[in-house]
């Protein structure tokens, strides 16, 4: 499987003829982009709505068909040995005028290509000469293989340097003399440096990753992953796929991704984008819950776990329903010259039905006076008149039903319910009994309760409490897919808060167990996805690591009988001897001069930096920087020709990459975390965030779990 250079430029020259074909592409790529931006839609519009709504979707399709210059058009191409499906012709030409095999009749002919690209591109003729990745047409180029062909003869893979294509490599799947190897420029691509925010795989999906993204829409699916495994892009491509293959009914119910904080959100936000996907939204569980308060306080860790807890909920329930009071006088309401009665015992009936139906409370607040209502409406007809809806509801909306309604079933307000239980022992204990123990009460109780919602620190669990609150009363909006990645640090009460925007859709949970480092990250996936509401969920693993070389995650994986024991260690497919240095200086005086000289050795090679430490360490470490002269990046923000080097707090580490890693002071790590395991686990992010290498420099003695200072040197 030999790769090939250009050498000539000769009308015979395969490479000739490839790049011809991609500048054929590219051309019409700006075709069906000028065609979308010529229309004129004046006389096919009724009114200004209708004219506002269909120019928003072609302003969205001339945005989808931007061609991106450093994201390659097309990366592969497969060449069949026999047609294929009606299904594959068909999902191979999907958005164009007619189908591949428009001109052959049934299906596509043999001998014909299919170039595998990021998004559908057609001639001027309506015939396909790019195909989206996500075509049926195209999956054979993930998961054919020799033992497996699937009636595929050849597999070709393009090369780019600088958005130029360069070179090719061909496998012939269902050559018997052939004998399988490693694709040079899969493991070239995959091995490329990152000078930017996080890539996408497209290019590189492996057959076990390729299942998870082409899994359908109806099921919930979770995939445990170590560091470099493409967890993350799995995700993503897995959303561009959905959006593909069921864009109509997630175009109305709506798709989002949920990430752990701003940094993480920024870094994989171009990945949707060079797929062709615009429109897909982006929030931290923060911000699912911003709505309600302004988060101006924090927790303590151990008044943050109970908070968190799924017994929570119960309390919420609990509380809320203590608001209805079973009725002990009748109601009276006068019509005109009649009076007309509903005693006690037919309204306490009506209640009780209501509560065993355990209905959302707002819901059941207005349905109460319907039910009156009626019962009035039905002595009107047994006395001999002629009432109606409009009379019923009148009836709903006389003082007497009203001023009942708020004794029996009143109106509640979440954040209030919320200020009161966390305000009022005596509230709390109530509805607390059985569920916290007196001590786990205290520990959330205020010290100083606060006057008011508005004037109240509102932490960032209790907004997650006021969102359950909020739902207890009205139901929340469900969406038609969720991602949710980093899930393993979510606690119970966050995952209620996930799975009630997917209640009637389906998610893809992404996570690692061992990189858990909130005090009340999870322990089972199958405990995550009960709170989620997902319990019926499908867990895959991937296993086989793509980016941190073996070296380095051989060294991370020490940590791993001490963080979670039981896990399945990450088997990294890339050889790079040398990619680990381990170095001890001779006390702290000397740290902050070797992490420096580590980063300049690091800035001489390509890619991008990231200078790890615990994050009492950042403005010490800023500062030397500076006085050094080099300017350095946030965590998220792009390299530029000025700065290769981010400096990354080590609660921001999870979730982001870099070729090159210098990790300061694991002790300090550790140390900065309330906990042990949590400061070990900690540690083990900040290990894997290197694709190309990673120094270790410390002055304090390495944790007892890395085996000491015996490491490389």
Known sequence: ??????????????????????????????????????????????????????????????????????????????????PVGAEQAEGASRGAARSASAKGGGGRRAGEQFYIGRRHVHDADGDPMVIDWRAPVSQPFYRASKKDPQDVGQRRRFGYTGGELTAY???????????????????????????????????????????????????TVCVQGGPGTGKTAVGLHRVAYLLYAHRERLARTGTLVIGPNRSFLHYIEQVLPALGELEVKQATVDDLVAAHVEVRGSDPAEAAVVKGDARMAEVLRRA??????????PVMVVRGSRRWRVPAYELEAMVTELLARDMRYGAAHEALPQRIAHAVLVRMEEAGEAPDDRVQNAVARTPAVKAAVKAIWPAVDPAKLVLRLLSDPEFLAAHADGLLT??????????????????????????????????????????????????QDLSPMQYRAVGRRCTTGSATVLGDLAQGTTPW?????????????????????????????????????????????????????????????????????????????????????EGSIGLIAADARIPALAEALTAAGHAYLSPGEETTAESRLTLVPAALAKGLEYDYVVLDEPAAVVDGEPDERTGLRRLYVALTRAVSGLTVVHAAGLPEALGGTGAAR
């Not at 709505?49 to 928003?56: K, R, Y």
């Not at 799947?173 to 440096?193: C, F, N």
């Open 169 to 219: 490599e061909d496998e012939h799947l269902s050559d018997p003399t052939e004998a399988a190897q490693t694709s040079k420029l899969l493991q070239a691509e995959i091995e490329r440096p990152r000078v930017g925010p996080m890539r996408d795989i497209v290019a590189t999906i492996q057959p076990e990753q390729d299942e998870i993204v082409r899994s359908g829409l109806g099921g």
């Open 438 to 487: 007196e001590d786990e009460q205290k520990t959330i109780l205020w010290t100083k309760p606060a006057r008011s919602v508005k004037s109240a620190k509102w932490s960032a669990a209790d907004a997650v409490l006021i969102d359950e609150a909020s739902d207890l009363v009205a139901r929340t909006h469900s969406l038609g897919h969720v991602v949710l990645d980093e899930a």
């Open 521 to 605: 990250s999870t322990e089972s996936w199958a405990q995550a996805l009960h709170h989620l509401g997902k319990a019926d969920s499908v867990v895959e693993e991937l296993t086989a690591g793509f980016r941190v070389p073996r070296e380095v995650i051989a060294y991370a994986s020490r940590l791993l009988p001490v963080i979670s024991p039981g896990l399945a260690e990450v088997e990294s497919v890339r050889e790079s001897p040398g990619s680990l240095a381990v170095r001890e200086v001779a006390g702290p005086a000397a740290l902050d001069t070797a992490v420096l000289a580590a980063c300049e050795e690091s800035l001489t090679q």
């Open 320 to 329: 809320i329903r203590s608001h209805v009071t079973l009725p002990t006088e």
């Open 1 to 82: 499987m030999p790769a090939h250079e250009h050498e000539s430029d000769t009308t015979t020259d395969p490479m000739a003829r490839e790049r011809a074909h991609l500048a054929a592409s590219r051309a019409a790529l700006r075709a069906m982009r000028e065609d979308a931006q010529a229309l004129d839609i004046r006389d096919v519009t009724a009114n200004w709505v209708n004219a506002a709504v269909l120019q928003a979707q072609i302003d969205e399709r001339i945005k989808s068909l931007a061609d991106l210059s450093h994201t390659p058009l097309f990366f592969g191409r497969l060449d069949y040995l026999h």
